[in-house]
């Protein structure tokens, strides 16, 4: 689908990301992981989808414990050597794992720029050890999941079921992922965020892109939106700067229920 809606278009104004690691295909065992196999036939496959000779960033889209990094690192050297890729990045490693990606990507001369990890006001589990490791290795963050899965926009309400139609109700899009937030004790400290957010001139969902925003390692935050209104709405947080009083204001209501153990950034032992 993308493909089609690319045809036409200037390749030059384009940058194109995508990943590779989960299971693809019939899910044999190389149809998946970090393997040089399925890093090299993913790769082929999403350049004839998209219908390009290259895509700007190629990440790994987890850590693959079963597959040497060397094996991992040197098959995305060798697809930036053919022209391929130009730059490669990672999703969700850990700040070990982006060291070590970052000293192989050294020494195969390749350029390891960025790390994919879900970030928000809520979910802060980078800030201790992943941002300093990549500020370290002149990495930046492409954040997902800025409103957290849109619990940060307001919609869902301490003591009520979820909205109809909302992810929280889509088992096949993401109501898993959407749980961890939807405590009470959650939803209420974030509609204590309303006031600030009015404070400042913005919706809630705006406050939220805006926060992660200010974090000078981050690059870009992935909106996910469902109407084309949405990303004309969230965009108009690109730009906006909140003050260090505000930054308080919101850190003091949410409290206790941000989450910042380092540990929940992992990737599966096994697919």
Do not use: C
């Amino acid at each position: 689908m993308l493909g089609r809606g690319l045809q036409g278009q200037r390749r030059e104004s384009l940058e194109i990301f995508t990943k590779v690691f989960w299971p693809t295909g019939p899910k044999g065992p190389n149809d998946k992981g970090l393997g040089r196999k399925h890093i090299m036939e993913s790769a082929h496959a999403s350049l004839k989808r998209l219908g390009t000779d290259y895509v700007d960033l190629y990440q790994a889209h987890r850590f693959d414990h079963t597959t040497p990094l060397e094996e991992t690192m040197l098959a995305f050297a060798d697809l930036v050597r053919q022209g391929k890729v130009l730059y490669v990045g990672v999703s969700e490693w850990n700040a070990e794992q982006i060291t070590r990606g970052a000293e192989l990507a050294r020494e195969l001369r390749i350029p390891f720029v960025s790390n994919q990890p879900q970030y928000n006001m809520l979910w802060r589990v980078i800030e201790d050890q992943v941002v300093p490791a990549s500020q370290r290795e002149g990495m930046s963050q492409i954040v997902w999941s800025p409103i957290a899965q849109g619990v940060l926009t307001g919609k869902y309400k301490p003591g009520q079921p979820a909205p109809a139609g909302s992810r929280a109700t889509d088992e096949k899009g993401g109501a898993g992922a959407v749980q961890r937030f939807l405590r009470d004790e959650v939803l209420e400290r974030v509609e204590k965020l309303t006031p600030l957010a009015e404070q400042a001139g913005l919706s809630l969902a705006q406050l939220a892109v805006a926060w992660v925003l200010q974090n000078p390692n981050v690059a870009s935050a992935i909106i996910g939106a469902s109407r084309p209104e949405q990303v004309h709405e969230n965009v108009k947080a690109a730009g906006v700067k909140l003050d260090a009083d505000l930054l308080a204001a919101i850190d003091g209501v949410l409290g206790d229920v941000v989450e910042t153990d380092p540990r929940h950034t992992k990737s599966p032992d096994a697919i």
